[in-house]
């Protein structure tokens, strides 16, 4: 799990917590189908805000990746030229 996906596991658990202490344990089963719906709706949208979250999280990390491959091999090259530049003069 990554520091990300903990963060938000935590924000849901709080959440979670909120309800359970401000509702009955049978409100779910009395409410209207107006606003069950907009409850579902609400839901589903967490749940594609969350996978958005962790998919730009995860391009992030390849990102960070893909700069800190490219730094090693600008130094490599400046490595490798340093010795050809050695070799000529010597």
């Known amino acids: 799990m990554t ?3 903990r963060v938000l596991q935590d924000e849901l ?3 979670l917590d909120r309800i359970a202490a401000r509702t009955a344990g049978d409100t779910a089963a009395g409410l209207p ?3 069950r719906a907009r409850i579902d709706r609400c839901e589903d949208r967490l749940s594609g805000l969350r996978t958005a979250l ?3 999280y995860a391009e992030w ?3 960070i990746q893909e700069c800190e491959d490219l730094w090693v091999l600008a130094e490599l090259r400046r490595d ?3 010795v050809t530049e050695c070799r000529r003069a010597a």
């Open 3 to 5: 520091t990300l996906e």
């Open 13 to 15: 658990n709080r959440l």
């Open 33 to 35: 189908t107006e606003l």
């Open 54 to 56: 962790l998919e730009g």
């Open 61 to 63: 990390t390849r990102a």
């Open 80 to 82: 490798t030229d340093e």
